[in-house]
Every structure is written in C-alpha cells, then in structure tokens.
C-alpha cells in the first residue's frame, strides 16, 4: 500500500525559505511522476510543481524561480524547496504520487507565510 506522509510546513516571514518532505512508502519515488500541489482557504488546488519517472521537473509560472522540486532516492522522499516566500503561497502543501491509473496523496502540511 502506498502511503506518503509530509512534513517540514510551519510559519514564516515573507521573503523566507521552508523545505517541504514527503517520505514514501510501499512504492519508489524513482519510478514514478510525483507532485506537489496546494490549496488555499476558499480556493481551488493548484499544482505547484512536479517530476516525472525521468526526472523531468515542471513548475507552475507562479513558483518558477523560487521553488525547486527533488527527490531523493536513497531517502524514498520527494522535497520541495521553497524560497522567497510571499503571503500567497499561504496554503495547505500535498504531496503526490502517480502510478499507473492511480494517484496517491499525502495527508498535507500547512504553509503560512505572513507579511
């Protein structure tokens, strides 16, 4: 059974770094595209960022440049890098896993970036 647990969210300044883990289990993040996605109070979810299998790495034009997604896979863990905080990355940060015709997700971490 696949399962992918976050961690690494918290409170920050504005202008400040955090780096989000996502340890996982029952699969090998290697071998398949995995993501982070998040979602404000009262909106929709975005994709943030994601790698495929080949380590192809993708961003929404909102992180570009300020956030970086990795893994490592001695680790089994999916990371997300972020810097240069501003108050609207505030939001519930997911992490996710594809294989096949399914799609895993973590159980999220918050993210709260004040001003």
């Known amino acids: 059974q696949v399962q992918l647990v976050e961690s690494g969210g918290g409170l920050v300044q504005a202008g400040g770094s955090l780096r989000l883990s996502c340890a996982a289990s029952?699969?090998?993040?290697?071998?398949?595209?995995m993501g982070w996605s998040r979602q404000a109070p009262g909106k929709e979810p975005d994709v943030v960022a994601g790698i495929s299998a080949g380590g192809v790495t993708n961003y929404a034009d909102s992180v570009k440049g300020r956030f970086t997604i990795s893994r490592d896979n001695a680790k089994n863990t999916l990371y997300l890098q972020m810097n240069s905080l501003k108050p609207e990355d505030t939001a519930v940060y997911y992490c996710?896993?594809?294989?096949?015709?399914?799609?895993?997700w973590g159980q999220g971490t918050q993210v709260t970036v004040s001003s």
């Open positions: 996710n896993l594809r294989r096949g015709l399914s799609k895993y």
């Open positions: 029952g699969t090998i993040v290697r071998v398949n595209d």
